[in-house]
């Protein structure tokens, strides 16, 4: 299987999916502290469990910290993705926490998820 098979079926098997440096518990840079932060301010406000999203450690898998860059022809990580779809980094996740969009597109991430049940 193949790096990009890997992160295939993780973007597949999660609603959402954080790549940062560290885990949310214990961080290992500031933007990875700052996009997890803001991610899981928005999914108090959902019916979400924490079994729901995926927070990949990039630091453990240097094969998954660099495939992801080449994945989304991002160049850096935190890179959320929401649906399958690459939604940023920590800049644009605040700029969108600011103006209220992280929230829909995480409400819509679960209403969609338990409309499919």
Not at 4 to 30: E, N, S, W
Not at 47 to 69: F, H, M, Q, T
Not at 82 to 101: R, V, Y
């Amino acid at each position: 299987m193949t790096v990009f098979d890997r992160i295939k079926q993780q973007l597949a098997q999660y609603p959402i999916v954080l790549y940062m440096k560290g885990t949310p518990i214990f961080p290992q840079c500031g933007f990875s502290s700052k996009a997890s932060k803001l991610l899981q301010e928005c999914l108090k406000a959902t019916s979400a469990s924490p079994d729901d999203v995926l927070y990949v450690n990039v630091l453990e898998d240097d094969e998954i910290r660099e495939g992801i860059k080449q994945y989304a022809n991002w160049p850096t990580i935190p890179q959320l993705y929401i649906k399958g779809e690459l939604i940023g980094g920590s800049d644009i996740l605040g700029e969108l926490h600011s103006q209220g969009e992280l929230m829909k597109l995480v409400q819509a991430a679960f209403k969609e998820e338990r409309a499919s049940y």
